[in-house]
Every structure is written in C-alpha cells, then in structure tokens.
C-alpha cells in the first residue's frame, strides 16, 4: 500500500512566546508520511499532536510560531517552478516549504494540504449555507487552476468594496454555479443524501456527524495529496465515529491520498493506520508500523497507554491509568531529561539526560527515544518515586544531597 | 432560510412594532395626568376667574372622563390629528412635521459619519493589532466615549467656525431634498470647467460656496461629528473587538486551511459576523439620536424636534409634547424592525430562533 516518500518532516520545533514564557509545543519531531498510507499521531492532550498538523499546513497563530525544522514535501511541479528562486528550499523533487515564502505555501493549502478539525460545528461558519462553504474551496481551485502559473490568483484580493457589491446586488457572487454543483456532487460523493436541498442548509441544521461529513467534502474540493485530519472523531458520537472513519478509508481507497490522523485514541488508530508515531510532551517518543509499536511497544509511555486500554478478551480487574500528568511545557520549568521520567515506572539516573533516538531490534522502521531500546532496566540505577517531588524549602539543596546520598 | 419564513419573521415583527407604537402612545398619553402642572393654568391669565378656567377646560375638552379623552385621542391618531398645540393654536402634527425632517437628516447624517468611519477604523486595529494604528484608534475610541458632547460641539464650533471660519456657527440652512432640487437647478457645469481652466481657484471656490448643496453640507457637518463622535467611537471598539473575537474562531482557522485568500476570510466571514451585532447598536443608536439630539441642537441652535420638545415641556403644551414623543418612538420602532430585518439577512440564526 504505501509508496514513496511524500512528506518528510524533519527536526520540526513550534513554539509559543507567552508572557509566562516559552512553550515548546512541539519539539524536534521528525517523522515521513508515504504516499497512499495514514499515519497516526497519538498522544494525550498538551502533547503538541494538534499542533505538529497546524505546523505542517503553517496555520500556527499568533503567539505561536514554527522555530525550526524542515517540511519537505515532494512535487516535481513546485520544486521546478520555485528552483530558480529558491534554490536553497530545493532537493530533488523535494521542497523545503519552510524556505519558500508564505505565499507559496498559502497556495498548496487546498490542492496539496487539506485539514479537517476535530469539531464540525465551530469549523463551519455559521452564517453561510454548507454549500456556499464547500464551493468556496472549489472555486479558489478553479481560479487558481485558470493561472496555473501565477501564486498571486489564489492570494488575489477581495477588499471592503468587492465585499459590499456582492453582498448588495443579488446576482453578484465570489462563487459561481460550476462550483456549486461541483459542492454538491462532493456532498453526495461523502454519503448526504438529498446533497442538493442540504446544500442550501446552514451549518446548525446539520447534525455533527453529517457536519463531519460535509468537512471533509470540503476538504477534497482541492482534491489534496495530503489530508490532515485532527482529531476528526472525536466531538462524534461512536457509530458516528465509525462511520466517518470508513468514509475516509474509502476515500482514501479512491483517491490515493496520503492521510495524517491525528488523535488520541488508541483505538482508532489500530483501525485505521499503517504507521504510528506516539507524541508525548511535543516529542516523537517512538515511531514504528503499527504492528511494531502496538505489539512490541518500547518506550514505557507506549506501553502505559496500550496498558490503559480495556482488553474485551481477558478483562483485567483494573486498569493500569499512567500516573500524573503531561508537563506544561514552559522552556524554563524543562530540564534537559527525558520529560516522561518523572511519570516512569522505570526511570533510572541515565534518564536525567535527555536519551537519544535508538533503533528497536535493528528495525530501520522502529524508534524510540528511550534508553530502554537500547538495553534493559537497571535496578540498582532506578530513581526512587519522589524524586521530582523536590521539597518545598531548600529545593536545590536538598535534591542535590538527596542524589549524592543514593 | 426560505423566504417564507424570513417574510413571517418581519411580519411578526412588524405587528409587535403595532403593539409596541400603541403602548408608546398609552404610556404618553397617561403622562399627561401624573404630571404636575394643568395645562390650564399656562394657558389662563394669572387673574382668570373660575369661570373662564372651566371654559377653557371645556374647550380643550380636558373636563371629560380620562377614557374619553383617550379614546378620543387613539381616533384622532389615527386620522393623523395630534390635537391643536395650546400655545400656538396650531395644529400639533404640522408643527412636529416641520421639525421632523431636520432632526432626521441631523441623526442620520451622524449615523453615516460614524459608520462609515468607524467600522472601516475598527477592521483594520482588529487586523493590524498591536501596530500603531491600532494604539490609535484605541486612544481614539477612549477619547470619543469620554467627550461630553456638548463641549466638542462648542470646541469645534470656537475652532473651526469662528477661528477658522470654514463652517457656519449654526441654524441648518434648507433641508437636504430643497438644496439637491435647488443644486440640481443652478449648476453650470461650464462655468466650472471656465473657472477650473482659467485657474480661477476663488471664483470657483466661491461658486461652488453658494450652491445649496454645499451650504447643507457646511451647516450639517459640525452638528453631525458632534452628535457622531461618541457614536463613532462606540462602533470602532465594538467593531475592533467583534472581530478580533470572530478572527480567534475555529472556522477561521479551516476557512485558511482550505485556502481561500486572507481578503476573504476577513471580510467574507469575519467582518459579516461581526456586523451582526454591530448593527443591532447602530440601530439602537440611530433610534436614540432621533430623540436625543437636544444637547447637539441647543449648541448649534438645529431647528429639531428636541428643541421643540424642551420648549413643549416648559409651556406644558401637551399635544405638542404626545405628538414630539409618539413620533420619536415610532421612529426608534420603525428603526429597530428594520434592524431586526437587516440581522436576519445577515444571520440566518435569527430567523431560527
């Protein structure tokens, strides 16, 4: 099923300048999507998934910004058309699109990426008809496309004055009727029916998991090669879930898109995707094929939530819950150690530096960033359980004797 | 939204705006007997006998049972007769007539100055926040909400009338239909093109000085920035942080991720919903202005109905005073029900709810 190479993410860093201070969302992530495959990211909430998907299509809003990293997204085409200007952002059939200006990337939103969000309701405005929604997207292809070579047609202006003369006079438009019918029939073609009635409906007449549905109408209208979807099941009820998870199997069975899911339950996942990166703390803690990572789990963060799964079959008498929660990810509160150390069954004195990356079992395709890929548990270096728990008074002090001590 | 139900919408609204206009007219019209002061005594010489008191009475009808003189009041509204001012011995209605059109053009004229200033000026501190012009109007909408109106009335009117001489002090000059009938009348075009090729700037400046037109204009514009200030900058900060508020929404963000241009999303879908409510205090506004303008007119001494009901009330001219009040608060009806139709064009959850 998969392919090639289509999007190589590498050392992406994204990070808020709050007034409490730095956040590093998202941390040095680097993972490859295929073309024809879903990749998942899973992680809990504050893991930086969400905004790992925002950072790629370069929707981060202000205070937050991408600080670091490559996105190199294959396309023969725009690799040609950008070479001779930025021959720096170009590698082969590869763009670096953090070095072409904002523009370009503004202009692969839609026929390159697409996103759909985790809830239909507030991701639709909810003033115009679904219909005028979807074939808006349409008709910012179907410009774009008529100048193919020009970024500027998709960028193109629509001031104060253009808005007023098409809201005053009736029988102007920004959309034309090709793109209305072209929203309809993507309406049918993700299972609304009655698409020309429903078209004309607003948003609020819709239910959410039909919603759903017209989101990711919308978010094929460009036809995109990469669709991201962030966490596109879960403000949805669970036969809901189920049925949007199969509309975007079929599609993707159809259209040979590549899709990114972005979401935080396991389950989903396992249903759904070829590979697997687990986020915790805005890190890639371990990355595999599914089967690697959901049955020979390393990093003990993969293990603690495939642990807090139920299992139907031999239904265990309690649930193993990870204790504590995600870190709030300010720069000065970060020490330079593995961020799940403090939460680990397993944590040993190596921990307090940050591990680096190691292969499992000499799979190119599995990673984890954890000492623990590399060799076993050492008892006699473990950290007792309070060691983060660093006493009110005299904190420094005290954690400095305390380790001698050990 | 179907039209069926948009038009059912503004037709329950207009038949509540019926109800409404008739409770204005009850509450104004049992004003009359909470008030102290009888109408007769105004009228009557101070040594007037009993006798003559009840003939007066008689005569305006004032010795009838209240409901009477109420029923006989709603008939006359509906006829269009307001009763005949005690003072003047004119018809109520021609009076507050005449004074109509002035006011309406005063708050109207304040209306666009401050739309149009301030709804552009709010869009742009929203979209360039954090940038000076943004500090600006900020400051701006600070100052214009702290001004007392009357005192900017009469700054303006020291600065640029009598210091500077580029407006009238005050009076209003002909009503804004007369000055277009009448400039649409006099000008030469000719005589324009002549002066403007002669490079004859006085004379053209002078010319274009005397046509009706331009003397509405010059005579409107300092009332209507004093009474649109406040307004004005009412609307900037309402409009600056609708938009913000709407510009932080979800649907924003997948407006951009399905690429449609920045133009668009600003406009197309931030600033339409911001509108929404914004227009809701414009109207508001607008409805207020109409009846509220006193301050403004006394400054500029504006022939409105505020000035006409300030002196209504100290003679206790009372046809005068229920034609002044009805007339205003079917204004602020009138206005609001087109408002409420405006909105639900522009947001269907209106219709819904």
Known sequence: MAGRDLLRVEGLSTRFFTEEGQINAVEDVSFTLREGEVFGIVGESGSGKSVTALSLVDLVESPGRVTAGEVRYRDADLAASVRDRHPDAVDGEFVDLRRVPERVRRSLRGPSFSMIFQDPMSSFNPSVTVGEQIAEAVEVQRRASANPRSTRSRTQGYGLGRLLADTVLPTRSYVSGESRERAVELLEQVGIPDPADRADEYPHQFSGGMLQRAMVAQALAGEPDVLVADEPTTALDVTIQAQILNLLDDLQAEAGMSILLITHNLGVIARTCDRVGVMYAGEVVERGSLTAVFDNPVHPYTQGLLGSIPDLADPAPRLQPIEGSVPDLVDAEMDDRCYFADRCPKAMTECLDKPPEFAVDGDDEHAAMCVLADHDFIESEALRPDYFESPLEGADVDAAESETDD | ?353
Do not use: C
């Open chain 2, 1 to 353: 939204m179907t039209t069926v139900s948009l038009g059912r919408f503004l037709l329950k609204r207009a038949v509540q705006g019926v109800f409404v206009i008739w409770g204005v007219v009850t509450v104004v019209f049992l004003l009359r007997f909470i008030t102290p002061g009888d109408p007769v005594t105004f009228i009557a010489p101070l040594d007037a006998s009993q006798e003559l008191r009840r003939r007066i009475a008689a005569e305006l009808g004032l010795n009838r049972p209240i409901y009477v003189q109420y029923l006989d009041y709603l008939a006359g509204l509906l006829q269009g007769d307001m009763g005949y001012s005690y003072i003047s011995n004119t018809e109520a209605s021609a009076r507050v007539f005449a004074r109509l059109p002035a006011t309406v053009e005063l708050a109207v004229a304040a209306t666009v100055v401050a739309v149009a200033l301030s709804i552009p000026l709010g869009v742009v501190s929203a979209t360039r926040r954090h940038e000076p012009v943004d500090y600006g109007a900020t400051l701006f909408s600070l100052v214009g909400i702290s001004t007392p109106n009357f005192w900017l009335g009469i700054m303006l009117v020291l600065l640029l009338a009598v210091q500077f001489g580029l407006f009238p002090t005050s009076q209003r000059g002909t009503g804004f239909l007369p000055a277009v009938a009448g400039t649409v009348g006099q000008f030469d075009p000719g005589l324009v093109v002549r002066l403007a090729v002669e490079l004859r700037g006085e004379a053209l400046l002078a010319y274009l000085g005397k046509l009706p037109l331009v003397t509405w204009l010059a005579h409107i514009t300092l009332p209507a920035v004093t009474l649109g200030t406040y307004f004005t900058a009412l609307i900037t900060r309402l409009t600056r942080s609708g938009m913000l508020d709407e510009l932080g929404k979800s649907y924003i963000r997948a407006s951009r991720a399905k690429g449609l241009p920045e133009s668009l999303v600003r406009y197309k879908h931030a600033l339409r919903n911001t509108l929404a409510p914004v227009i809701t205090v414009v109207g508001l506004q607008l409805g207020t202005l109409i009846g509220g303008a006193v301050i403004t007119e006394a400054v500029f001494a504006w022939p409105g109905l505020g000035t006409e009901l300030i002196r209504a009330i100290n003679l206790r001219d009372w046809p005068l005073i229920q034609g002044s009040l009805i007339v205003i608060g079917a204004g602020f009806v009138v206005v609001n029900t087109l408002v409420d139709a405006l909105q639900a064009y522009l947001d269907p959850r209106v219709v819904a709810d």
